[in-house]
């Protein structure tokens, strides 16, 4: 497909990607490469200006954005929270004509490590946050956007990775529940650090609306092109991660 914002903007030109069932494919490049974008094309927050996406095999067009959109979940990079208490936050993204049960939630909950900050509040699942999540830590309010997308058990994930401003420990349990979120899923996986999509099946680099690389980890190391040297700039300090 080919999309570009203004005539005179960086296009995409003829760009190619394609995710098998069941792959986590991770867009990775520069700031400004056009990674959410992409995404934001996906969910047809913008219409493509040449050829097309295809979801099953179906122009996405010929869906409504509505009928489209019931197919992904999408956990953002700022988290999202409405005031109202724990359980209906993690509850709004169940689908389905009945709302979301006690035990579904908790299930939700327990899967991404929700459960085990929320069960020390004085309210539980009862307690009431604002949209600002409250008393709740940066990582605390990720965890239950994660639940909250667990939850909806969507066919296609699209992740912004948000652990850049939550500790290290937090950052594993954000991790882990991602992971367990993936599992039999189609996954996009916006990485601003290479280190968590290392196992990714595809990891697509992108440079001013292009994708100019496409494979593995380890085929893209072996290319030594625009990734390999992504990949250097972080981790050459690094002989942990290297």
């Known amino acids: 497909m080919s999309f570009r914002y203004r005539p005179d903007q960086p296009p995409f030109e003829h760009v190619s990607l394609q995710a098998l069932p069941g792959q986590t494919v991770a867009i990775v490049g520069p700031t400004g490469a056009g990674k959410t974008t992409l995404m934001n094309l996906l969910l ?84 009431l946050i ?35 401003s939550v500790d290290t420990r937090t950052e594993r349990l954000v991790q882990e529940a991602m992971t367990k979120l993936r599992a039999g899923r189609t996954s996009f996986v916006i990485a601003h650090r290479l280190s968590t999509i290392l196992d990714a099946d595809v990891i697509a680099y992108m440079e001013n609306g292009n994708v100019v690389e496409q494979g593995s980890h380890a085929v893209l190391m072996a290319a030594r092109g625009r990734y390999w040297a992504l990949y250097e700039s972080q981790f050459s300090n690094d002989p942990i991660a290297a």
């Open 130 to 164: 604002d949209e600002n999540g409250g008393g709740l830590s940066a990582g605390q309010q990720q965890l239950l956007t994660i639940a909250r997308a667990f939850i909806a058990q969507p066919v296609v994930l699209i992740l912004d990775e948000a652990t850049s």
């Open 44 to 127: 047809r927050f913008y219409e493509v200006d040449a050829g097309c996406i295809r979801l099953d095999g179906i122009d996405i067009r010929t869906l409504t954005r509505e009928a489209l959109r019931s197919h992904f979940g999408v956990v953002p990079q700022e988290t999202w929270l409405f005031a109202g208490s724990i359980h209906d936050n993690i509850a709004y993204g169940h689908v389905g004509g009945a709302p979301a049960t006690a035990a579904e939630v908790l299930a939700a909950a327990t899967a991404c490590h929700v459960d085990e900050f929320v069960r020390l509040l004085p309210g539980g699942y009862d307690t």
